[in-house]
Structures are given as structure tokens and as C-alpha cells.
């Protein structure tokens, strides 16, 4: 229990330290926006990094088939109902897990980079500080390397859900953070007090952030179909039972964990 605890409590200073460097610029240290818009980008781009290592190091203390492999039915299944997709065999099809989700965030990463780029430099005209800004990417990278460290231990027990997971939740929180900082940018630079605005834009992701960061229990489908789901079905495939396509639809998810969860054998 102490170790678990340890590692969350790691994380939640990563959390907290990563958000108030930005935050304690502008409002403390008088950093210009650019700045700290600066130090977000860069959290993120350290943030990706590190993500990929954690895959990384999984991925060869693990040898998760979810990593090589990912679980597809043929086209026709694939159309039909749940029931009959539930007794569909699965094709394994070839894929590199860390190499599709590094491509997409770095490539989304970057185009919001150059964005950015042009807007401090051309429209704002403002350049940011680049001591202040030496000095707190260092701290960025030594606040974002404890969070590391804390998910490094007891890395070989961990199943390959829990890195879907963290993979998922930070694609999301990549576009979330980015469609942010840029609509968030032009704001701020345009109205009489940005710094009132920013610095409600940081607390408001310094609560994201530390939502993120605590335990999630892995997705799964409740037991009985949402009302939504009955009133579609009744609608698009009369006759047919609810509860018996949910009851399929759990047993696929069942069956794409187990295979996910298959240990490769040795190269």
C-alpha cells in the first residue's frame, strides 16, 4: 500500500509543481504571456516524450500482444449485430502501437508549435523571455520526471489496459489543452487584463490535470444497455432483444482484453 501511495503522491506534485511554474510566472514573476504560453507547449512536447518512454519500457518488460497485434473482425461481422459479431472470430492484424500514438501527437504537437510561433512572433510581436524560460522548462522536465519515476516502479505488473488507458486519456488531453492555449492566446492578448485571464486559464487546468492523474478503473460496459441504446434498437432492428446485444457487446469487450493481455513469446 505504501508503494502505490508513494507513486500517487509523486504524481500529484508532479501535477502541481508542472502547472505552478507557468502560473507563479505570470502572476509573481511578471513573465510575459508568451512566456508561459511558451512553457505550456513545452510541457506538453516533454509530457509526449515521456509517454513514449513508459510504453517503451512496458512493452519489453511485458511483451503485451497489444502492442504487436490488435484484435479485427472481418468486414462482414463487423456490420452485423452484436450477437452474431460475438460469435465472429477475431483476425489479429499487425500494428505498432507506440509508433501510431508517438505520430500522431508529435505531428499534432508540432503543427500547434509552429501556430504558436506565429502568432507570439508576427500578430503579438512578442517574443518570450528565454532565460526565464531556460530556467522553467528545466523545471518542467524535473517535475514531469517524477511523475515518470512514480509509473516506472512496479512497471512489469502492470496489464496492458493500464497504458491504453494513459494513452487515450492524454490524446484527449493533448487536443483539449492545445484548442485551449490557442483560442485561450488570442484572448488573453486582446483583452485589458490577460493576466487575470491566463491565470484562470491555468487553474482550470491545473484541476484538469490533477483529474487526469488520479486512479481510473479501466472502461467497462455496465451490466444492463442504457435507455439509449434500447430506444435505438427498437428503432433500427425490431424484434430483437436488448439485453442479449448488450450481453454480446460485454463479451466482445471480454474477449479484445484477454487478447490484448497475451504475452508475446521471446524474439
Not at 509526449?48 to 462482414?76: C, N, S
Amino acid at each position: 500500500m505504501a508503494a502505490p501511495l508513494a507513486g500517487r503522491l509523486l504524481r500529484l506534485l508532479q501535477v502541481v509543481g508542472v502547472n505552478a511554474i507557468p502560473l507563479g510566472g505570470v502572476l509573481v514573476g511578471d513573465w510575459q504571456l508568451s512566456t508561459a504560453i511558451s512553457i505550456y507547449w513545452f510541457e506538453t512536447l516533454i509530457g509526449t516524450a515521456f509517454v513514449i518512454v513508459r510504453m517503451a519500457a512496458h512493452r519489453h518488460l511485458t511483451r503485451k500482444q497489444g502492442y504487436w497485434y490488435a484484435p479485427v473482425q472481418d468486414e462482414p461481422a463487423a456490420r452485423s449485430s452484436a450477437t452474431r459479431r460475438a460469435r465472429a472470430r477475431y483476425v489479429p492484424v499487425r500494428q505498432n502501437f507506440i509508433e501510431r500514438f508517438a505520430i500522431i501527437v508529435t505531428v499534432f504537437t508540432l503543427a500547434h508549435g509552429l501556430i504558436l510561433a506565429l502568432f507570439l512572433l508576427a500578430a503579438l510581436k512578442q517574443p518570450p523571455e528565454w532565460q526565464a524560460l531556460g530556467y522553467a522548462s528545466l523545471g518542467v522536465l524535473g517535475f514531469q520526471g517524477l511523475g515518470l519515476a512514480a509509473d516506472l516502479a512496479g512497471l512489469r505488473e502492470r496489464p496492458f489496459a493500464w497504458i491504453r488507458t494513459i494513452a487515450g486519456q492524454y490524446l484527449g488531453r493533448v487536443v483539449v489543452v492545445h484548442l485551449s492555449i490557442i483560442f485561450g492566446a488570442f484572448a488573453a492578448a486582446y483583452l485589458e487584463q490577460p493576466a487575470s485571464f491566463f491565470a484562470a486559464f491555468g487553474v482550470l487546468k491545473l484541476v484538469t490535470d490533477i483529474g487526469s492523474w488520479l486512479p481510473h478503473r479501466e472502461a467497462t460496459l455496465p451490466d444492463t444497455p442504457p435507455r439509449w441504446m434500447v430506444s435505438l434498437l427498437a428503432r433500427t432492428e425490431p424484434g430483437a432483444d436488448p439485453h442479449v446485444e448488450w450481453a454480446a457487446l460485454r463479451r466482445i469487450q471480454d474477449e479484445q482484453r484477454v487478447f490484448w493481455e497475451e504475452v508475446m513469446p521471446p524474439d
